[in-house]
């Protein structure tokens, strides 16, 4: 393909053209060129042909005619032509536009999907979330409730606390009124045993002396001396007396009662006659 077409070459063509006795075309010329703007061959033939009228001008006047209509279809042959690459340039070019289009819609649907399908992965999360953040304000609503329970169990378990407290204070300061108040019952228990021995004495030996009494004329009746009381230890509660402990233990004891002691046989009455020592006959 030429790199231009040049006035001068659409002229050598079109001259020799004629020699051959053929008519100068925009396709016969652009044939022998090989190939070319068809507008431009066109301009540069009619310019051809212009300097040429003249000289032809008396001798081919039908062929004139004919030639200047050849040339106006020539010249309407050249701009259909030129339209059409034309066109044919504009459709190449919108087949590539729309094969980049059509690249880019694939590439904007493939993101749209792309865009979509995140989407509802996100919803999707979303939802999630807010299920999870509507279970925790359940729960912290439970948890308050709770909270507020064990802080009013915490306030009871305090009162009780403080009343086994006080209750246990109160319990010691009684045991202590107590120990108190029995150590002066004990020194007048051992006081009233002591008290009450020499008595016991007295009636244990009553009936003897009554005896002795009898038989005063017989003779002397010798006493059975007792024993010297023995000294108690420290703590160590006298006979005769009890301590309040073994009151209570001897009322839950049942009583054991002490089979009755076989009388003595009454001493032999001397007569009034008889001395001590006589033997009777």
């Known amino acids: 393909m030429p790199s231009g077409v040049t006035k001068q070459g659409v002229w050598k063509i079109a001259e020799a053209l004629t020699r051959e006795e053929q008519i100068p075309s925009v396709i016969s010329v652009r044939s022998q060129l090989g190939g070319g703007n068809p507008h431009t061959i066109a301009t540069h033939l009619a310019s051809w042909r212009a300097a040429h009228i003249e000289e032809q001008s008396l001798f081919h006047t ?25 066109l044919d340039g504009d459709l190449e070019k919108a087949r590539k536009e729309l094969s980049t289009s059509t690249h880019a819609l694939d ?15 996100q919803e999707q999360q979303l939802k999630e979330v807010r299920e999870k953040a509507e279970k925790l ?10 909270i507020a329970a064990l802080k009013e169990r915490t306030v009871h378990i305090d009162a009780l606390r403080a009343l086994i407290e006080k209750l246990q204070g109160e319990l010691a300061s009684l045991a202590r009124s107590k120990e108190t108040a029995k150590e002066p019952t004990k020194e007048s228990d051992a006081k009233d045993g002591m008290a009450q021995r020499p008595m ?27 024993p010297p009381a023995t000294p108690m230890a420290s703590g160590q509660t006298p006979k005769g007396t009890q301590t309040k402990e073994g009151e209570e233990a001897q009322k839950k004891t049942p009583a054991i009662t002490a089979p009755p002691k076989p009388s003595s046989p009454p001493s032999p009455a001397f007569g009034k006659s008889e001395r001590p020592g006589t033997i009777r006959k």
């Open 200 to 226: 016991a004495e007295q009636k244990a030996t009553a009936p003897e002396n009554a005896t002795g009494a009898g038989s005063s004329s017989a003779g002397p009746v010798t006493t059975p001396s007792r």
């Open 62 to 86: 039908e062929k004139e005619v004919l030639m200047a209509a050849q040339e106006e279809m020539e010249q309407e042959r050249a701009e259909l032509m030129e339209e059409i690459e034309r």
């Open 137 to 146: 304000v359940e729960r912290n609503q439970a948890l308050q409730i709770e």
């Open 107 to 121: 590439v904007a649907r493939k993101g749209a999907e792309r865009v979509e399908t995140q989407s509802k992965i």
